[in-house]
């Protein structure tokens, strides 16, 4: 058989036997979308491609359409738009559309379609993220409450999708929002009720939607509070000739003024005798009143007082004498024998409530009668006196 009668013979049987598959070769002669429909997410600012893989193109042309504007934006490798941000790509059986530094109008549906009659279409679909913003505007500075007020912190933010808001401490010690207590809360509102004085302080609102960076916000919380006046060491010794730090914690806020008082009237001030040293940590303060070369006539109450306009708070500490002893033997030594005023025992009554706001002055001067040490000697501290 010769090779001409072998193909009219395969011809014949193409042609003959299965006349369908003619319909179907005919069919493939169209052009065909490769794969399928797309989702394309980007970031705001950045480039974003749409591909379109067609097979079989033949006379047929590619354009891209946007869906919501009915814009023509490409046709073939011809660039149709005005908006030069736009350019297409073409490969082997490829038509990629990018679009340069994506805006948030440029989200929405992108057809590719071909001229075929009818029309074929293939839609890929753009979504523009954008990161978090936090909207200072409508989001809460700082605040000012009053101890025992109920406090919103408010935070919004923009951002694609739509951010969510995450309020946290500073310090990330936890917070009462409600009946809960809890380190972390979600929601653009922050609702605490009845607020005291330990919530004073920084918070931050977190805003977050998957596209980084997150951002946040930093609101100062500032709680007003009456001055509370606590004292550590109600009583304390010293030689007669030491220097001694009273110490005494404030809780204020505004900043309170403070004074130390001595013997009821006088206000102690820095200067040779006195030194007024104090620090403060937001409405935490810590006084020290240093009361150089201690003599007789310092022995006795000290009150530190703090008042600021929510009202006003003292407490005392008492200074006594440690007496020195003079040994039989020629060398002078301090023991801890204790003068401690009449008025301060029993040592029971020492652990007086920390806010004794409204008590009064002590008017009790009996305090500490400091012997010299002869008079020390000549007397007989034995239990058996
Ligand atoms: C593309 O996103 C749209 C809307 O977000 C959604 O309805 C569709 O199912 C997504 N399609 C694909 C292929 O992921
Ligand atoms: C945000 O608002 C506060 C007042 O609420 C203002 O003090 C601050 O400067 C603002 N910050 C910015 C970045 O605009
Ligand atoms: C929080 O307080 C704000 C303003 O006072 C109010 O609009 C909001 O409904 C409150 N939110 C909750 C969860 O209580
Ligand atoms: C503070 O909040 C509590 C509990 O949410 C509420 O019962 C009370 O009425 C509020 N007080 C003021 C002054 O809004
Ligand atoms: C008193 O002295 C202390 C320490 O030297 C200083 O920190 C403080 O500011 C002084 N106070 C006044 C009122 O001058």
């Not at 491609?49 to 891209?64: D, H, I, P, R």
């Not at 340069?100 to 839609?123: F, H, K, V, W």
């Not at 040592?347 to 002055?361: F, I, N, P, R, T």
């Amino acid at each position: 058989m010769s090779a001409i009668s072998y193909v009219c013979f395969l011809l014949l049987l193409v042609v003959s036997v299965v006349g369908a598959k003619v319909l179907k070769v005919k069919f493939e002669d169209t052009p065909k979308f490769v794969g399928s429909d797309t989702n394309v997410t980007v970031v705001i600012g950045r480039d974003a491609t749409l591909t379109c893989t067609v097979e079989n193109l033949q006379k047929f042309k590619v354009a891209w359409l946007k869906v919501d504007t009915q814009t023509i934006l490409t046709i073939g490798n011809h660039v149709i738009t005005k908006n030069h941000r736009v350019s297409i790509g073409k490969g082997d059986q490829t038509w990629s559309l990018t679009i340069r530094d994506i805006r948030l109008s440029d989200a929405g549906q992108y057809m590719c379609q071909l001229n075929t009659e009818p029309m074929t279409i293939q839609t890929h679909h753009l979504q523009v993220s954008v990161p978090p913003d936090i909207i200072n505007s409508s989001s809460s500075g700082e605040i000012t409450v009053r101890e025992g007020e109920n406090v919103s912190l408010h935070c919004s933010a923009s951002g694609a999708p739509k951010p969510t808001i995450t309020w946290r401490r500073e310090d990330l010690t936890p917070m009462k929002i409600g009946s809960e207590v809890a380190s972390k809360w979600n929601g653009v509102w922050l609702n605490m009720s009845s607020v005291s004085r330990d919530i004073n302080g920084a918070f931050l609102c977190i805003a977050t939607n998957g596209v980084p960076p997150s951002v946040s916000k930093r609101i100062l919380l500032r709680v007003m509070c009456k001055p509370k006046v606590h004292v550590i060491q109600k009583m304390i010794g010293a030689y007669i000739g030491d220097t001694v730090n009273l110490h005494c914690k404030i809780e204020a806020f505004p900043p309170p003024v403070i004074t130390w008082i001595h013997q009821d009237t006088i206000k102690l001030q820095n200067g040779t005798k006195y030194q007024v040293i104090t620090e403060s940590k937001s409405y935490k303060h810590t006084v020290i009143l240093r009361v150089y070369n201690v003599c007789r006539e310092d022995i006795g109450s000290y009150y530190c007082c703090a008042e600021n306009q929510l009202g006003s708070s003292k407490n005392d500490v008492t200074l006594y004498t440690l007496a020195t002893t003079t040994m039989s033997t020629s060398t002078t030594e301090r023991t801890t024998t204790a003068w401690i005023p009449k008025s301060t025992q029993p040592y029971a009554e020492l652990e007086v409530s920390v806010d004794d706001e409204g008590q009064k002055y002590s008017n009790e001067d009996s305090f500490v009668v400091v012997l010299s040490q002869q008079q020390m000697q000549n007397i007989d501290l034995s239990p058996s006196s």
